[in-house]
């Protein structure tokens, strides 16, 4: 599988951004699919997922402001990130598996930075 995400960049404190990623391979390793983060010095940590059939999971610290979403038909998933705050800085790694227990795939990443 690979994974090819886009849509960072530069955005104030309260701003949004919407994040997508387009996904080449065979469809059952892209049965999951989501995004995780990495802030500087910080281990990687999920932000949301969303399996084929649409149930979504996030981060608590995100839930209520991102809203993950996907296009199966275009092996693409969005995530659109409202109120983003200075602690939501990381580079955003897209991810793929066809299950939890199952080989990851890793796109490779998109910079966010929140900033007044």
């Known amino acids: 599988v690979q994974l090819q995400a886009s849509g960072g960049g530069l955005v104030h404190p309260g701003g949004s951004l919407r994040l997508s990623c387009g996904g080449r391979?065979?469809?059952?390793?892209?049965?999951?699919m989501g995004w995780y983060r990495q802030a500087p010095g910080k281990q990687r940590e999920l932000v949301a997922t969303?399996?084929?059939?649409?149930?979504?999971n996030y981060a608590d610290s995100v839930k209520g402001r991102f809203t993950i979403s996907r296009d199966n038909g275009k092996s693409t998933v969005y995530l659109q990130m409202n109120s983003l705050q200075p602690e939501d800085t990381a580079v955003y790694y897209c991810?793929?598996?066809?299950?939890?227990?199952?080989?990851?795939?890793w796109g490779q990443g998109t910079q966010v930075t929140v900033s007044s």
């Open positions: 391979g065979r469809t059952f390793d892209m049965n999951v």
């Open positions: 969303m399996t084929s059939d649409g149930r979504a």
């Open positions: 991810w793929s598996s066809a299950s939890i227990l199952s080989r990851d795939y």
